[in-house]
């Protein structure tokens, strides 16, 4: 059972935008706090943003002031605006969830989604 979808991604020249989305269940909305990750070609996978119990949000220092994290709860759907795209966007990006419990979220991200790519080009 897929429980997380990614979709938004595509080609875009460097200074442009996507809004990627991330369609999930209302039960990993309800008990998983999220957030957005990326793996470009022969990388690591990165944590770029996240969304905290309280609502506030998390940015990796490379796309603060770029990207926004933003969720809709009535159709439990995650976004991530990203703006001002640079080259080193470029990368599959994945949405993912880590368990909450009451006003804690969890550190460790056990959900996860198929990604969906992002290619920037100049």
């Known amino acids: 059972q897929v429980e997380l979808v990614e979709s938004g991604g595509g080609s875009v020249q460097a200074g442009g935008s996507l809004k990627l989305s991330c369609a999930a269940s209302y039960v990993i909305f309800g008990t998983y706090c999220m957030g957005w990750f990326r793996q470009a070609p022969g990388k690591g996978r990165e944590w770029v943003a996240q969304?905290?119990?309280?609502?506030?949000?998390n940015y990796t220092d490379s796309v603060k002031g770029r990207f926004t994290i933003s969720a809709n709860n009535d159709d439990y759907t995650l976004y991530l605006q990203m703006n001002n795209l640079k080259l080193e966007d470029t990368a599959m990006y994945y949405c993912?969830?880590?368990?909450?419990?009451?006003?804690?979220?969890?550190?460790?991200?056990?959900?996860w989604g198929q990604g969906t790519q992002v290619t920037v080009s100049s």
């Open positions: 969304l905290e119990n309280d609502g506030t949000t």
């Open positions: 993912a969830g880590r368990p909450r419990l009451g006003p804690v979220c969890y550190e460790t991200y056990s959900r």
